[in-house]
């Protein structure tokens, strides 16, 4: 069969970090025919752009703390917590692996993602599939002040940010959909996304947050911004700080809603008693 005009030869990676097609250490190309990968786009993108091995295979505990420093700028600490607890958890070892691998379920792969289906019941390891009508809810979920609206973002490039009350909004409407996670899972997937709002923080005058764009591109294409680099150290502190900021913003945000669930049933209560008396 053959391909549409203008589109890229297939090829294959073969464990190298050089795409045979687009000859850039780092630039992207999506994974081809025969090449591993995993539920998280972080991993994967690390892959897409060359910083471990293409293909996804054969890869050691220090090819992936290199990939998210050089990629992602994550301190030393953190890379080294991230990968080596993670190889702890899945594995017990710290041998070479596939990046499917990393997709076991119910080890730090975990239900409710933010644009992955759950794992479903009897299956040994989790979706890779991206779900765009996921995607879609996600950036739906970024709720711009009116004065950002008015201004139209223009100090975060044209583009509204997501900030973490925005995160815990998606998460709260995630976990709501989907089988319940532990404390455990709750925590990491908090954590994902706080690095995210580490990588492309910005600050306006009217919200502190990263550029919707960004976020769609890397989550829905496992793509880094055209020319972006890091620009600072991420450190473990700094996750820490904004997962609990997620936290706390979810469980404010769960509490509203029950409160509105709480009042309707209160006065549908109260309407069914004055039915009852008429």
Request: with cysteine; charged share 25%.
């Amino acid at each position: 069969m053959s391909l549409p005009e203008g589109s890229p030869p297939v090829h294959k990676h073969d464990n190298k970090t050089v795409c045979p097609v687009t000859r850039q250490t780092h630039g992207f190309c999506s994974a081809q025919e025969g090449d591993s990968r995993s539920p998280c786009p972080a991993l994967n993108t690390m892959a897409n752009h060359g910083y471990i091995p293409r293909d996804g295979k054969n890869l050691g505990p220090q090819d992936l703390v290199h990939g998210l420093k050089a990629c992602y700028g994550l301190s030393n600490p953190l890379a080294y917590f991230l990968v080596y607890a993670g190889f702890a958890v899945i594995f017990h070892k710290f041998s070479r692996i596939n990046l499917f691998e990393l997709g076991r379920h119910g080890a730090i792969e975990h239900d409710a993602s933010l644009v992955h289906h759950d794992t479903p019941a009897g299956e040994k390891f989790a979706p890779i599939a991206i779900d765009r009508s996921l995607v879609n809810a996600l950036v739906a979920d970024v709720k711009p002040g009116q004065k950002e609206i008015e201004a139209k973002s223009h100090r975060s490039g044209g583009q509204f940010l997501m900030d973490t009350e925005d995160v815990a909004r998606a998460r709260a409407r995630r976990e709501k959909e989907c089988r319940p996670i532990g404390s455990v899972a709750a925590e990491i997937a908090r954590g994902e996304m706080a690095i995210v709002l580490g990588m492309w923080e910005r600050k306006t005058e009217m919200k502190t947050g990263v550029p919707v764009k960004y976020v769609r591109r890397w989550i829905s294409e496992e793509r880094l911004p055209d020319g972006w680099k890091p620009d600072h150290v991420q450190t473990l502190l700094d996750v820490m700080k904004r997962a609990k900021g997620i936290k706390t913003a979810s469980e404010k945000i769960r509490k509203e809603a029950a409160d509105l669930a709480g009042a309707a049933n209160s006065k549908e209560s109260q309407l069914m008693t004055i039915n009852k008396t008429l």
